[in-house]
């Protein structure tokens, strides 16, 4: 069964310093990765996917991931963090079988 | 606005009682999932609906249903409530017909369940 881990609960980093929130997954297959953003009281928004082609993935608000094969891995990253980057991050894998599997989440918090 | 409404915000009810959760997808949009989101158990996929019909079954109660209708849009019944289905209920939709499903979900803003 596919599986989604976010190792870190919590990640803090200071605005204009560069943000990673990892992502690593377990999926029967080619992986479909996906990064999504949730906002206080707000429903999830689609950030970013990996479905084939070029690792680097640009997505909204200057997001990037990286799709790593070899380590399983699919690591949000900025360059510059934002303040209102602050929210919780969550990875999510779908399989073959259309069934979309979603990390636990990682609280990101930049500060001025 | 991802399309998705969900109705409505907020519902408080008591133990034992039944609640109905309704969702809308975005226009066009075929499939309809449901999660549940609370504090220690994360993001959890409940059932997928396609068309009418269902496709996917995750950690669902056997307290609880869905259905799809003609016109797309899901209903949630949860039953017998206990204290602990008091959660986040988020619906979202994707694959529109004669397009190759991008995957990507558009989630509804919630509906926040108190069960008192």
């Known amino acids: 069964a596919q599986s989604v881990a976010q190792p870190e609960d919590q990640v803090n980093v200071a605005e204009g310093n560069p943000l990673t929130v990892k992502c690593t997954y377990s999926v029967s297959g080619n992986p479909y990765l996906f990064w999504y953003v949730q906002y206080p009281n707000r429903g999830l928004q689609f950030l970013l996917k990996y479905i084939t082609g070029d690792n680097l993935v640009k997505g909204s608000y200057g997001f990037e991931a990286e799709f790593n094969k070899s380590q399983t891995s699919f690591h949000l990253k900025k360059p510059s963090a934002l303040v209102s980057d602050s929210a919780l991050y969550f990875c999510?894998?779908?399989?073959?079988?259309?069934?979309?599997?979603f990390g636990p989440g990682t609280r990101l918090s930049v500060l001025p | 606005d991802s399309g998705v409404t969900q109705t409505p915000k907020h519902l408080i009810t008591a133990t034992g009682q039944r609640v109905t959760l309704r969702c809308s997808p975005r226009?066009?949009?075929?499939?309809v999932y449901w999660y549940q989101q609370s504090l220690d158990q994360g993001l959890q996929f409940l059932i997928q609906y396609y068309n009418g019909e269902e496709r996917a079954k995750g950690n669902i109660l056997e307290r609880f249903s869905a259905q799809q209708f003609p016109d797309l849009h899901s209903e949630l019944n949860l039953s017998s409530l206990e204290l602990g289905d008091s959660a986040l209920y988020f619906c979202a939709s994707n694959q529109r017909e004669g397009i190759i499903s991008t995957d990507t979900q558009y989630f509804g803003p919630g509906t926040r369940l108190t069960v008192l």
């Open positions: 999510a894998v779908r399989d073959l079988g259309q069934n979309f599997v």
């Open positions: 226009s066009g949009d075929l499939s």
